[in-house]
């Protein structure tokens, strides 16, 4: 099994991607998570591993170093999306696309081919696909069409599907939208679906004709109203859809009108009566523009498609730059930038300057970046860098310290686990059956990574906890044992359970040890 799953999803052999949670918060109240590859073959046990489920999930580099490939993937980032449908829509428009359902309930669109295609025409193909489904900003995969692995660049992975294979939500969904829990139903339907390179040079999209409904309108909105507009988005997107239409119908009393028909069309339920005539009465005010940069047409937002609609944004909208930023953390640290499948290399200086960065990308692509102002490329690079891949070599402290901490309290409890939950007395870890959680006193553990010569010197006792508490979800609990309270803290086991991402350094055999 674990050999047809590396044949399918077969990449770069020289490198593999891991995400894992960070202890900053976002606005929203979850981890932040950093990305970072590790300079390693992905071998056996990391495939098995993955499937197995343990933590993080295995990513792949779609593109090898002769720039071929074998799979692609668009990565639609909106959730939570209704599988079945997009499977059922991809049908008929006879896209040779596999949705897959991703961790966060998103949706990534796979394209397996049956022999190495080029980069260049994997990506160009589904970007095709991506705009017909208006989709043009979503993240393309293979994001490069060559890589500079000299250079330490390694391109961009992505997580593979069927993490935790027995219990995934990470599953493939069939040309009906059926769920395919069993990665041998995968199997049998990845033969029916991939494309030989003949096949894919052939395969077109078939121009459509413009739904009157549509006539003109920004791409994202076609998009939106073709999945329909659902509680939690419907006085936003009504919003957008009534600036289009009085863009599309001078007369107010004819758009007023029309947002009734569109109301009663694509939004479910429709909005009421009230909320909708509030909404009438703040498009009316004045000659508002589109809230491009808003949900829910944000991540559906073609900035280059929607300048050329009668009733799109004009030349209103800001150049789409950056798509994603890889670091090479050398000195002087080196950044990989993705334009449209094509890398800029740059150093820290050039890349904080828009118009530095602008020669760069005429030197070293051909094309120079639209003029910007300074604002807004400091802000698209705050949030660029927000998601930055890292190298593992020179990934931040926080980060490789979480894992190698990680993998020494694996190594704790997993050693010589107690029977009972009084053996935690005797300076071991105990497990608990029902809930897979781990027992034991912080103390014991501490004074094992002395014994073991944990590498890590800055590390005092309260950084370690912290960590402990941030990356591993370490909680502080006090079971009863022998009719005394003891301070204990408790882990997921699930969370020790993790291939090695970095090498080993917490101590070495006594024969490897220098004299």
Known sequence: MIERFKKIFQGLNVAYGQTIKTNEISEKGKH???????????????WQAHLDGSDPALGIIPIREDSTCTWGCIDWDTYPLDHKKISLDLKSKQFPLTVFRSKSGGAHLFLFTSEPVSAELMRKKLKSMAADLGLSKAEIFPKQISIK????????FLNLPYHNMKNTVRYAHDLNGNPLLELNDFFDHYEKIKLTLKELNQFEIVAKKEDDDFKGMPPCLVTLLGLKVFEGQRNDAMYNVGVYLKKRYPDESTWRNKMDSYNNKYFVPPMGSSELETTKDSVCRKDYRYKCKEQPIEPYCDSKICSTKEFGVGDDTPAVTISSIRKYDSDPPVYFCEIDGSTVEVDSK????PDAFSVACLEQIGTPLMPTSKLMWRKM?????????????KAPDDLKTGIQLQEALADFINKTPGKEIKDILRGIAYIEDDTNTAYFKFDNFWKYLVRIKWSDKNMNKNKVMRLLQTNLEAK??????????????????LNLDRPEPTERKIGKPAWQKES
């Open 381 to 393: 690079l705050i949030k660029l860098l927000e998601n930055i891949e890292l190298t593992d070599d």
């Open 476 to 493: 502080i609990d006090y079971p009863k044992i022998n009719t005394k309270t003891v301070r204990c803290l408790k882990v997921p086991r």
């Open 32 to 46: 932040k998570t950093k990305s970072f590859t590790v300079k390693k073959v992905p071998t056996d046990d990391l």
């Open 350 to 353: 050039t890349l904080h300057e």
């Open 149 to 156: 692995i000299e250079r330490g660049d390694f391109g961009s």
